[in-house]
C-alpha cells in the first residue's frame, strides 16, 4: 500500500483501549504501521514500507534511520493488553501481544508483522475509529495522543459529539501508561497530565474536549471526557488539494508557491540541492526542513523581488543569508528549549516531592534524623519552636525545604536515580538540539 496516500485509517477500538507505556513517536509509528497494513491483514502476514515513506509519514527526518530503528525495536519489545474498556461488550474477549511481532529492515524497506492474535483484532472490527494520520503529528505530548485516541473512539459522527463512560482512575492511568509512583496525586496528575493533553487536544484538533469529575468520599475516582466537533472555517491547505501526497518539506515549498516537482526535486535531494560550496557549517540547522523554512521567511522581506519562487529556490540554493532572520530563528529556538528545561524542572520536582513524601510516610523517623543534620542556625531555631521535628516539618516552609534537601542527597538517591536519569537524558536531548 502506498502510504503516501492514506489520511484516515480504521484502528480497532481494542487497539485504542490498551494498557502500555509508549512515547509519542512509537503510538505515532504503530498507527502509521497500521494503516499502511490495513488492507493486507486478511491475507497477509508480511507487512512492506519504505524508510522514506515512514520517516515522511511521521514529518520525521529519514537521515535519522537509527532512531526509526531504535523506535522499531521499542515497538517490538512492546507488551500491552487491550480491550481494557470493554466497549467490545459483546465477548468477553481479553488479550495480550507485543505491538509488532518482528521487523526487518533491508535496502532501505522495513519489513514487519503482527502477532495472529493481535492481527484478528486489527481487521474489519465491529467496534472501530476512524484515526487521521496528519492530526496526530501535531501533537507534541504523548498523553494528549493517546487521549485524542481515548476521545475519538467514542465520537458519533452523526451527532458531532460524544463521550467516554465513566474511568477509574486506575484505569486512566494504564490506558495512558502510567506507573503506580507517577503522579501519585490527583492534583498533580491533573496539572502534569490531563490539563496539558486536554489544552493541546482543544488547540490542535477541531474538536472540544471536556472533562467530568466523579468524587468517592473527597477523593477523585472517575473521570469522563466529552467530545464535540467544532465548526471551522476553511483552512489554507484547501488551496493546495494534493500536498496530502508529498512529504513535509516539499508541502512548505508548495505552499509557498513552489512548482510541486521542483518542490519534490529539492526535498528529494535536501542537502545535495544546496551548492557544495555554500553548505552551512555542521550543525547549523536542526534539519533541511529549519534550512528551508528560513529561506522562505527570508523572501517575506524581500519586498523588492518580484519572482517569491524563484527567489527561494535560489535562496536554498545558494544558502542566502539574513542575520536578521537567523537571530529571531535563534531567538525562539532558545525560547522554545527555556520553555522545555522549564516543564523538565518542574516536572522532575514534582517526582522527586512524590518519592520524598513517600520515603516519609514509610519511615517518618527519618524526619527526626535529618533534623539533626540540619545546620542553618534559623531554621534551627524554627526546629526549636516546636513539640518535634514530625510537627515542624509538616508545617511546611524553610524546614520542610531543608528537610527534604537533606532526605534526597543522603536517603533518596537509590530511588531518585531513575528519575535523574530520565532528567538528564532528556537535558541532553534539549540541550542537543542546540548544537
Given amino acids: 500500500m502506498n502510504l503516501a496516500k492514506i489520511n484516515e485509517f480504521v484502528k480497532a477500538s481494542p487497539a485504542i483501549q490498551i494498557q502500555s507505556k509508549i512515547s509519542l513517536l512509537q503510538r505515532r509509528a504503530w498507527n502509521v504501521l497500521l494503516a499502511n497494513a490495513y488492507n493486507e491483514l486478511p491475507n497477509q502476514e508480511i507487512h512492506s514500507v519504505s524508510m522514506v515513506e515512514l520517516a515522511a509519514k511521521l514529518g520525521f527526518d529519514s537521515k535519522n534511520e537509527d532512531y526509526l530503528k531504535e523506535v522499531l525495536r521499542q515497538l517490538r519489545a512492546c507488551t500491552v493488553e487491550w480491550n481494557l474498556l470493554e466497549k467490545d461488550s459483546d465477548t468477553e474477549r481479553w488479550g495480550v501481544a507485543g505491538l509488532l511481532a518482528s521487523v526487518e529492515i533491508a535496502d532501505g524497506v522495513c519489513t514487519y508483522a503482527f502477532a ?50 465513566f474511568i477509574s482512575l486506575e484505569m486512566f492511568r494504564e490506558l495512558l501508561g502510567i506507573e503506580h509512583k507517577e503522579y501519585p496525586a490527583f492534583s498533580i496528575l491533573n496539572r502534569a497530565v490531563i490539563k496539558p493533553a486536554l489544552k493541546e487536544i482543544n488547540t490542535e484538533t477541531g474538536y472540544s474536549v471536556e472533562v467530568e469529575q466523579k468524587r468517592a468520599g473527597r477523593r477523585i475516582a472517575e473521570l469522563k471526557f466529552r467530545i464535540t466537533r467544532l465548526k471551522q472555517l476553511p483552512v489554507q491547505e484547501s488551496l493546495f488539494p494534493d500536498i496530502e501526497d508529498l512529504p513535509p518539506i516539499a508541502v512548505e515549498l508548495v505552499q509557498a508557491r513552489i512548482d510541486r516537482n521542483v518542490a519534490l526535486k529539492i526535498a528529494g535531494q535536501e542537502w545535495d540541492f544546496v551548492n557544495s560550496e555554500k553548505l552551512p557549517s555542521p550543525g547549523a540547522y536542526p534539519d533541511f526542513m529549519g534550512y528551508v523554512s528560513e529561506k522562505i521567511e527570508m523572501s517575506l522581506d524581500a519586498v523588492s523581488v518580484r519572482n517569491r519562487a524563484g527567489y527561494i529556490i535560489e535562496a536554498i540554493r545558494e544558502n542566502y543569508q539574513d542575520e536578521r532572520v537567523q537571530k529571531e530563528r535563534q531567538m525562539r529556538a532558545q525560547k522554545v528549549r527555556e520553555k522545555e528545561l522549564e516543564d523538565l524542572k518542574e516536572e522532575f520536582n514534582a517526582k522527586r516531592d512524590t518519592i520524598i513524601r513517600q520515603l516519609v510516610h514509610g519511615e517518618p523517623a527519618l524526619v527526626e534524623t ?46 531518585l536515580a531513575p528519575v535523574v536519569q530520565q532528567r538528564e537524558d532528556e537535558k541532553a536531548r534539549i540541550m542537543g538540539e542546540a548544537v
Fill in 116 to 165: 495472529p492474535h493481535l492481527r484478528q483484532q486489527l481487521y474489519n472490527p465491529r467496534v472501530y475509529a476512524k484515526l487521521n494520520l496528519r492530526l496526530q503529528n501535531r501533537f507534541k505530548r504523548q498523553y494528549a495522543l493517546v487521549l485524542w485516541e481515548l476521545c475519538f473512539d467514542y465520537f458519533d459522527t452523526e451527532r458531532d459529539q460524544g463521550e467516554t463512560p
Fill in 370 to 415: 535529618a533534623a539533626k543534620r540540619v545546620e542553618s542556625r534559623f531554621v534551627r531555631q524554627r526546629l526549636n519552636q516546636h513539640a518535634s521535628a514530625m510537627e515542624a516539618y509538616q508545617k511546611g516552609g524553610m524546614v520542610k525545604a531543608e528537610i527534604d534537601s537533606i532526605l534526597e542527597a543522603e536517603f533518596c538517591q537509590e530511588l
